[in-house]
């Protein structure tokens, strides 16, 4: 068989290969969607400097998870969510503030502290945790 003849059918082959392996339906797993009835509020894109000898020595760089208990809290996070971002922005900024040069993010402390935060914005038994869904620190050489 020529050449020309056979790149047809090597192609409609793995067209059917590639059809057939293919997923049927492939959805995204959506955290706001829990089934058990968790929701979860996504607080992003806080930086903050880190300032030592007073000068910008880098930035980390957040985003945050605020679990909610119920569902039905929806209307507390339009209420509450800048409040909370504020006081999230405070508290990192006093953990910049005392971070040496080469020391880490100790981010099991930091997600104490905020679940803390939010529980006091929100209520005690309103807020699950405060999760760290993304972390950066970039250094400024």
């Known amino acids: 068989m020529s050449l020309l003849r056979m790149r047809l059918p090597t192609a409609l082959i793995c067209l059917f290969l590639m059809v057939g392996f293919a997923p049927i339906g492939v959805q995204a797993a959506d955290p706001a969607s829990d089934k058990s009835g968790n929701l979860y509020v996504l607080i992003k894109n806080l930086n903050v400097p880190i300032l030592q000898e007073g000068k910008a020595k880098g930035t980390l760089l957040f985003n945050f998870l605020v679990e909610f208990t119920d569902i039905n809290d929806r209307p507390l996070i339009s209420k509450y969510g800048p409040k909370i971002k504020g006081e999230f922005f405070v508290e990192l900024y006093k953990m910049a503030a005392t971070l040496k040069e080469d020391?880490?993010?100790?981010?099991?402390?930091?997600?104490?502290?905020?679940?803390?935060?939010?529980?006091?914005?929100?209520?005690?038994?309103?807020?699950?945790?405060?999760?760290?869904?993304?972390?950066r620190r970039i250094d400024s050489r």
């Open 103 to 135: 020391e880490k993010v100790k981010l099991g402390k930091l997600k104490s502290i905020l679940t803390v935060v939010a529980r006091n914005i929100v209520g005690e038994k309103k807020i699950k945790g405060v999760f760290v869904k993304d972390y």
